[in-house]
């Protein structure tokens, strides 16, 4: 990327000290772009000045480095590095309220905060998953305040754990109005990817939210074939097993366990509102999936006696070999068993920032009965002497409950 006399930096990313800002800055430093990330959490920033990642992210922790001792990768609160730069990265999505309704405005609110300091001439990119229509608000917004930038909307679409190798390896989505975003939207994440497919933005923008309801309605389908297989005192897995092998047609399906995350659930309540709240598979998805984790404990009650047991849940992260716990559903195992059973123990070896996580040993040696919330590699070669109820079949002796 050719450097421009106006801007000291070729990127700021805003809220970039998260798990989908922080990766890409680092990996657009490592292609030799001068990136500043610009966080309201002094913490984060602190951590990553210092050249640590604050989360885990495989292959992340080298490049970040140094990126941080070169100079080429700085982080800041202090909005006014908005200005600074020619392409600003902005992965703030829309989120749901308290009544779970998309908030589009949440958005340009946020971005209130640094507005000021933006610049005639800038790319302005929306990163994060946004309600569809959110782009075109933004454009207006930046039209009436009479600041000339160009504006896309180019979603992430990496998979946690892989972040540093799909920002290269996958298709890089820009949703433009202009043949000048366009044309900038291209140049800057050519520095990245090897293949950009262009759209219009509301159409990106439905491209990103169907995506993830694809994947979590996927989810729903298995996890409604493992409940009524389980109904039946029959193992799922063996069944599903029969069914993908050596048949391509099936190779995709995906074994029961908690689909959760910060975005699945969301974004099928968004595609649900934007639709009219006209949605009535996504919406049997979130029944289905949200009511996993009380068909495992409602199961657990015919046979145990929950009332005087100690329950260990190994696992509060929502995917295997994450320290992730937003909107975990283990956190909801964990409220619905704390009325059932004596004594709830949990555990997680990547989870350091929960006070209520014990030692793995701990739960062992406590525990009556084991759930495998969280698929974790750790697990695989654990030898327990409890009844262990396993939807994910990570111990390969059926998820039969």
């Known amino acids: 990327m050719t450097a421009h006399p106006d801007f000291d930096r070729d990127v700021v990313v805003v809220g970039g000290c998260g798990r989908v ?20 959490s002094e913490q984060a920033v602190k951590v990553v000045n210092d050249g640590a990642m604050p989360f885990a992210e495989p292959g992340a922790d080298e490049p970040l480095r140094d990126a941080v001792a070169d100079g080429r990768l700085v982080a800041t609160t202090d909005p006014s590095v908005v200005g600074t730069a020619r392409n600003v ?4 999505g829309t989120p749901v309220d308290e009544h779970l309704n998309p908030d589009p405005s949440a958005l340009p609110r946020a971005l209130a905060g640094c507005f000021e300091f933006f610049r005639a001439g800038q790319l302005v990119v929306l990163r994060s998953t946004v309600f569809p229509g959110v782009t075109d608000m933004v454009t207006r917004t930046f039209e009436k305040a009479a600041v000339d930038v ?77 409940m009524i297989a389980n109904e039946r005192g029959l193992d799922f897995e063996e069944i599903r097993q029969a069914i993908t092998q050596d048949y391509a047609r099936a190779a995709d399906m995906p074994r029961a366990g908690f689909a959760a995350g910060p975005c699945l659930f969301k974004d099928t309540m968004q595609l649900g509102a934007f639709n009219d709240n006209n949605f ?29 047991m100690t329950v260990g849940i190994l696992g509060m992260s929502f ?31 990547y989870v350091t920032n929960d006070p209520e996580v014990v030692p ?8 009556d009965l084991l759930i495998v919330a969280t698929p974790h590699p750790d697990y695989r070669d654990l030898e327990v002497t409890q009844p262990v109820a396993d939807v994910w079949g990570i111990f390969e002796q059926g998820v039969q409950i």
């Open 89 to 92: 990265i902005v992965v703030i």
């Open 360 to 367: 793995l040993d701990q739960v062992l040696a406590k525990a």
């Open 21 to 40: 800002g922080l990766p890409l800055a680092i990996a657009f430093a490592k292609e030799g772009l001068r990136v500043a990330v610009y966080d309201l």
């Open 319 to 349: 995917k295997g070999g994450s320290d992730d716990t937003r909107e975990s559903l283990s956190y909801k195992l964990k409220r619905i068993l704390t009325f059932k059973a004596a004594e709830v123990l949990t555990t997680d070896p």
């Open 150 to 226: 160009d504006v896309a909307f180019c979603p992430e679409r990496i998979l946690e754990g892989h972040a540093m190798e799909e920002l290269h390896s996958l298709p890089q989505i820009i949703g433009t109005r202009t043949e000048s975003a366009k044309a900038r939207a291209t140049e800057l994440f050519s520095v990245l990817a090897d293949k950009l497919v262009h759209t219009g933005p509301q159409e990106a923008e439905l491209a990103k939210l169907f995506t993830n309801v694809y994947r979590y309605i996927q989810f729903a389908t298995v996890n409604q074939f493992y």
């Open 280 to 308: 009535a598979l996504g919406h049997a998805a979130m029944l289905v999936n949200e009511g996993l984790p009380l068909h495992v404990v409602s199961r657990l009650e015919q046979t145990y006696d929950l009332g005087s």
